[in-house]
């Protein structure tokens, strides 16, 4: 059995202003547009485990490609 390719996520925290809670934002890396807002860390720690746990983690499409299955350099001149 294969294992499922890795995810890796970008985790940004930010505020609104000084003093303001802080926010959080979650990229899928290779897909930029594919983020996820969280009020609370709680609630961003629960989606991360959501995902971590699934059975089969979502596939990383980028819109208009196709998976790679080899990758060849052309030799140099």
């Known amino acids: ?5 890795p995810q890796s996520y970008m985790l940004r925290l930010w505020r609104e202003h ?3 809670p802080v926010r959080i934002t979650v990229v899928l890396v290779g897909q930029p547009d594919e983020r996820r807002h ?8 629960a989606w991360l485990n959501e995902q971590a746990t699934r059975p089969d983690p979502p ?9 790679i299955v080899a990758q060849k350099h052309a030799p140099e001149k």
């Open 1 to 5: 059995m294969q294992n499922p390719p």
């Open 18 to 20: 000084h003093g303001a």
């Open 59 to 67: 596939q990383l499409v980028v819109p208009g490609s196709a998976p």
């Open 38 to 45: 969280f009020s609370t860390l709680a609630e961003c720690f």
